[in-house]
């Protein structure tokens, strides 16, 4: 039997909105700015869902303080210009989350976006005060420290295992793991469906909309046993 979840916790970029493509333009832009190897698509793809600083670490290990800083100013100039419109939601997004609301699913977004920016991008989208509880990779720990998540999970007073974590990054699924709570793998992000099924995420998709359709049977099934 499926668990019977209470709380769904979204990443934001890659798995909500379509913004993966802005993501690897901003940091191509800045490298080659910052006078740094530009990276390509696949590398910079693999380093989304963590904190920019620890993003930009890991794209370059040997990067000094003052010049992280450079980088990251960099980085937020051009995202600011291509973001003038907020990344456009994946299909099935919006229509979704309002039914998960009106089922009586708490929301939650764990993003390694900075404040700032989820804030940005909440209110263009009217979300302002939709979710329960976000959390920003610049006020608590990157991904895959499971800081985050457990930061939600006290606030909105939720147990781990009533608790369900959705990405589309190896550091989504890992931080799910490291806080107790069962994934789901979003396939039309960042990285492969494939590449992401070593970390057992609960349920794979391709498609948004799986989602609900996953836990409309859960309900169903719930229900027939109850």
């Not at 913004?19 to 989304?48: C, F, N, T």
């Not at 990251?72 to 003038?84: C, F, G, I």
């Not at 720990?141 to 147990?159: F, T, W, Y």
């Not at 799986?210 to 229900?223: K, Q």
Request: charged residues 25%; proline residues 4%.
């Amino acid at each position: 039997m499926r668990p019977d979840y209470e709380l769904l916790i979204f990443d934001w970029d890659g798995t909500l909105s379509d913004s993966i493509g802005r993501i690897v333009d901003a940091m191509q832009a800045a490298a080659h700015l910052a006078r740094r190897p530009v990276r390509d698509d696949a590398a910079i793809k693999g380093i989304i869902g963590l904190g920019l600083p620890e993003a930009i670490r890991t794209l370059y290990p040997d990067i000094t303080a003052n010049d992280l800083i450079e980088f990251r100013q960099h980085y937020a100039d051009r995202y600011m210009v291509m973001d003038v419109e907020p990344s456009k939601l994946f299909d099935g997004v919006h229509e979704s989350l309002e039914a998960f609301r009106a089922e009586g699913y708490r929301l939650a977004v764990a993003t390694g976006k900075a404040r700032r920016g989820l804030d940005r991008v909440l209110k263009a989208h009217g979300w302002t005060d939709f979710f329960d509880a976000t959390r920003a990779a610049d006020e608590t720990a990157s991904k895959p420290d499971p800081l985050m998540l457990n930061e939600i999970l006290q606030h909105c007073g939720v147990r781990p295992e009533k608790a369900l974590m959705i990405g589309d990054a190896s550091f989504d699924l890992l931080m799910a793991r490291n806080a107790g709570m069962d994934s789901v793998a979003v396939g039309y992000g960042a990285q492969a469906l494939g590449s992401l099924l070593q970390y057992q995420p609960r349920l794979a998709i391709e498609h948004f909309s799986e989602l609900r359709t996953w836990l409309g049977a859960r309900t169903a099934e719930t229900s027939l046993l109850g």
